[in-house]
Every structure is written in C-alpha cells, then in structure tokens.
C-alpha cells in the first residue's frame, strides 16, 4: 500500500491535502481502464461500471472502488461521463505531458520495446538509446540513433530524462541504474533479472520473465 | 488476495486440507526469495531474515510474514536453512517437475524471449515457438524449430505444453490465447498488449510496457 499526499490546489496553494492509500493492484488498473476508454467509440457519451470490468477483467465492484479514490464524473445509474473519466485518468497518471525515455541496452528485448508502438500510443517518447557494443553504437533503430553508453550522464541531461528502461545482462543492470539516478532520472524500468538498490526517491518497475513463469507456475500448483 | 485451499495429503489422501489467504505480492515475491537463495554460497548454511530483505528490497518483518504461510524451517534467532528453504520454495512454485512452454509470436519480442538464459534456468523448456511469417516458419531460434502456428493445437498437445506466452500483435492475442486453452493450456503469460477474456480455471499474467511506464508516471506525479 501506498500513503499519497495530494495536492488539489493549483501552483503554490497547497492549503488542501488529502491523504489517500491507494494499493499498487488500483494503480495498476489505471492503465487497462484508461485502455478501455480510448476503445469506446466517439459517439458514447457514459459507460457503465459493468462495461469497464469487462474490458480489464476484474467485477463491477472492484471498478467503483479503484474509481472512488479520484471522485470520477458520472451520474448515478447511467454510469461515467467517458470524456470526463479519459482526462481524470490522463492527469492522475501524469499523461498530460510527455515522458521523456532513455534506454539501456538494444539487443532483442531493447530492439523489441524501441519497437513496441504502444510506447508513444501512451505518450511516452523513447529519445535516445544506448549500447556498449560498437557494432550497436551509430546504427538507427526506429528513428532512434545509438548512442555510446560511456555518454549517458551528458546526454540524459542534455534530453531532460525523467524514466530510464534498463534492458542490459543481469550484471550490468546496477551500475546502469546508478548512473541514470546521478544524471537524475527518478523513474527505472527494470527488464535485467537483477534486484536494483536505489535511492528512496527513485521508483523501479521490474518486469522479469522468469518471475512471471515462476508465478504462473505457483497458480497452476494450486489448480491440481 | 487469493483463497488457496492446499491439500497436505499425499496421493488421494485429501483429509488435511489448510486454506490460506496469501495476497499476489507475497506470491510475487517468492520467485525472488528464491533467487537470492540461489545465489547464497554452497558454504552458508542459514541466512537471515536481513539478507533476504536487502536482497529482495524490502525490509526483515514483511520477510518473516511472507515466509510464515509455507512453515519455513530455521532456527529462531539463527535464520532460515538455506537449503531447506531453497526446496520449500521450489516446491511451492511447482518448480520441482520442469514445465514444457509455449510461444506464439517471434517478432523482436518473441526472440527476446526465446533467447533469454533465465527461463530454462528457472525451471521451464520453451519447446516450440510458432509464428503465421513464411520467412520465419522453418527458422532455428536458440535450437528452436520455428513452427507454422496453424499446427498450434497439435503441436501444444503432441509436446504437453504447459504454459503458453502470447508475443505477437495485439489483434491476433485472444485468437491465439483461445487455441492454446482449447489445447488444453491452462497457464497463459500475455506480452500483447490487450486484456485476454479466457476460462475462471485459466490462469493470466499480463506483461505490457505501456501499462508499466504508466505506473512509473503515476509515482512520478507523486513525488513532485
């Protein structure tokens, strides 16, 4: 669980602050309801509760609850104002500006997510890559030049960074991240199989597949 | 959180049945306990609750609390034994027997996954890959025969495929999701970025870039 201090207020007037706990698992359904918005076509004014469960696979119930914590738009018994709910959505996952990504690594997994078009979809702009192998260094992947990685602190600067995605072997991946927190980066995807030690203030996804087999193989020992 | 209902008996001896809630996050966390055990040297007997909170990212307590549902075998004051705890886990995740998986799909992302050392050494075989790309049907990938996927459902039964991943465009996730079920895969681990609508008993895990910076962004707005 996470505890947020929110502030409602507009530029320096912080008078008002809620706190709210919010689990990770609310947090992570943000996206797929957002997700589902986008597919519902221009002419529906409202969605239901109902129409989003189906859409991120969880009940009606869990779907008024995660909303609850935003005080979503909508009228009681016709459902969600689908405008009103996409921007709420887009503000509270800070969409209404672009990111700017930097990524470490471009062998088959870096070379897949510079590939990937959900990542600008969702507004998020990959602005630079960057590889230790000199075959890799110079070559353009998806618009995106190669970078040298003995660069990263300079050019992370120089294109204001705000989320590094580390794609690199296990062994490399902490020494990566440390130099994209010195240059200042404070959100880290980690793809290398490796558990980063960051700052407090640093926020580090992982998504590891091995992790993800081994969970889905915990399930499947339940089923027998 | 989930309701597991655990059977102790062995064979068809069911008497002794426990239910345990256990929520998702501790079930993610112990395919990472169980890498930082790996890595403990052949010489360390126990370890502690300590060293598998630094190793993990998170403190001792919620280690202890993790670990209290599966009556780990240590000595209080002393740690975990090492090797007891390794099997413990490894039988809980149902790593005790390898798994025979499946993947759809071998654009970049596909390949990065065939090609990933982490996952035959966590307990799972990729045993065939399929893909619909006549310039790819016929390919050999880390000593995989690439597959045409309209042999899907014989071939999924042929090998005993376990677990099937869906590493192809989001547009053809649910068909493919759809055939491995009907093949009788009972696990499916989704890189498409789409939410699959398949059977209660079918077990899910999504991995979705966009879904993930979109966390990261969510934290990021936090912190300012």
Known sequence: MLTLA?????????ALVKRRRISTETIARLPLYLRCLNEINAGQLTCSSDELAAGVGVNAAQVRKDLSYFSPPGVRGVGYRVDALRDLLRTELGLTEKH????????????????????????????????????????????????????????????????????????????????????????????????LKLRSDVQVRRVDLSTELQILSYHQGQLG
């Open 6 to 14: 929110r502030a409602t207020g507009q530029g320096t007037n912080l």
């Open 100 to 195: 700017r990504v930097a990524i470490a690594g471009v062998g088959n997994l870096g070379r897949a997510i510079l590939l990937y078009p959900g990542c600008t979809d969702a507004g998020f702009d990959i602005v630079v890559a960057f590889d230790t192998d000199p075959l890799r260094i110079g070559a353009t992947l998806n618009g995106i030049v190669v970078d040298d990685i003995a660069n990263l602190e300079r050019v992370v600067r120089e294109k204001a960074v705000t989320i590094g995605i580390i794609a690199t072997p296990a062994g490399a991946a902490q020494a990566v991240a440390d130099r994209f927190v010195a240059a200042g980066v404070r959100s880290v995807l980690n793809f290398a199989p490796s558990v």
